[in-house]
């Protein structure tokens, strides 16, 4: 289903460049809703979830920590796009990274079927260092480094907690007056 949602959004979003009227306007909006169906949390979420189990728990995480950056990038490109082509001009080329970047990153990194359990009786679990069980080479990302804890907590470093503040001593004299 992930698959399909990357050729479902991008058809969703050149009809929604493409519309001169409302009929055309709620079809494209209701042909991006089931691209979104099909594409979310939930439907990632579920294909992780087949393909790893318990430890579908990682990849996930990633997932969640990654779409949390998606609006920080996504809404001054779109507007920067907007600002340059036009709104219209924005739709497609949204729909463009969709099938040259997400289109690809699931056909690369999502197995066409579950993955089978093993002997012990659950599935594969997500390698370290991975995101969707696909390994990143190369230097480690801001990314990963945030990831960094919640692989191994016990290597996460400590924040410093704050020195509680001392108050200076008072003089005999002073309480006096």
Do not use: E, K
């Amino acid at each position: 289903m992930l698959v399909a949602s990357a050729l479902v959004l991008p058809a969703g979003l050149v009809l929604l460049a493409a519309a001169q009227g409302p009929v055309s306007l709620a079809l494209a909006w209701i042909v991006l809703g089931v691209g979104m169906a099909l594409g979310l949390y939930d439907t990632a979420f579920a294909a992780l979830t087949a393909m790893y189990g318990h430890g579908a728990r990682t990849p996930i995480t990633g997932i969640t920590l990654m779409a949390g950056f998606a609006s920080t990038i996504g809404w001054p490109v779109s507007a920067w796009l907007d600002h340059a082509i036009g709104w219209r001009g924005a739709c497609v080329a949204w729909a463009i990274v969709h099938l040259v970047v997400t289109l690809p990153c699931y056909l690369v990194a999502v197995p066409r079927r579950a993955m089978p359990a093993t002997p012990g009786g659950g599935r594969p679990r997500a390698r370290r260092g991975t995101a969707l069980g696909v390994r990143v080479r190369g230097r480690r990302s801001c990314l990963d480094a945030m990831a960094a804890p919640l692989r191994d907590p016990a290597r996460a470093p400590r924040p410093r907690s704050p020195q509680p503040r001392r108050r200076p001593a008072r003089s005999p004299r002073a309480r006096d007056s």
